[in-house]
Each structure stands twice: as C-alpha cells, then as structure tokens.
C-alpha cells in the first residue's frame, strides 16, 4: 500500500531547531520530486519546499536561509532540517509527492498525488 509517513515535530522555542523526516512505501521516490508544506489553523495549505530528483531544490520565501530539504533516495526518505524557528513556523507539515515526473518544482498543492497524514510543529516565543 502507498504511504508517506513525517516523524519528528514537536513543541519548541523560537530559536531551536527541528528535523522532520519523511518515510515512502509502497512506490519509489527515485525519479519523483518531493516536497514540504505546511498548514496552520485556519489557513489554507502552503508551500514550504521541494526538491527534484536532480537540480535546484525551491524554497518558500518566508524560509529561505533556514529550512533545507534533501532526499536519499536508498533509504525512501526525505528531510525537512529547520533551524532559528519562529512562532509563525507553527503547523502541521505535511510530506507530499508529485507522481508526474515533472521536472520542475511546483508550489500548487492539487499537483501532488501523495500525502502523508503530517506532524506538528509548535514554537512557542
């Protein structure tokens, strides 16, 4: 069965960091961008950030310098690291993957197939 689970949010301070990891199974993830995103109460789904198979990964301006995204593909796993966290990074963060084989990283959320069932990130001030 398909499956995408996140592990690793929590409740913090600003300022800390956190590492989310994402687990696939079922299909690989060699040849598929991957991507973050993020949902806050009341708020719809946003892009935080992909990366493809090969090239640039794409970031949301709002976490440029402090998110990084990288995948390994032998273990079916992608990474969310977040360092200097804010109160307005407070979501849940869902893991997502695009079945298309696009080559570029898209921020809208209806071209993603995969999703996990997220998990939460609370930074308190």
């Known amino acids: 069965q398909v499956q995408l689970v996140e592990s690793g949010g929590g409740l913090v301070q600003a300022g800390d960091s956190l590492r989310l990891s994402c687990v696939a199974s079922?299909?690989?993830?060699?040849?598929?961008?991957m991507a973050w995103f993020r949902q806050a109460p009341g708020k719809e789904r946003e892009f935080v950030a992909g990366i493809p198979w090969s090239g640039d990964s794409v970031y949301a301006d709002s976490v440029k310098g402090r998110f990084t995204i990288s995948r390994d593909n032998a273990k079916a796993t992608v990474n969310l690291q977040m360092n200097s966290l804010k109160p307005e990074d407070t979501a849940v963060y869902y893991c997502?993957?695009?079945?298309?084989?696009?080559?570029?990283?898209?921020?809208?959320?209806?071209?993603?197939?995969?999703w996990g069932q997220g998990t939460q990130v609370t930074v308190s001030s």
């Open positions: 079922g299909f690989s993830i060699s040849n598929l961008a």
């Open positions: 997502a993957a695009d079945v298309e084989y696009r080559t570029r990283i898209t921020d809208f959320p209806l071209q993603y197939n995969y």
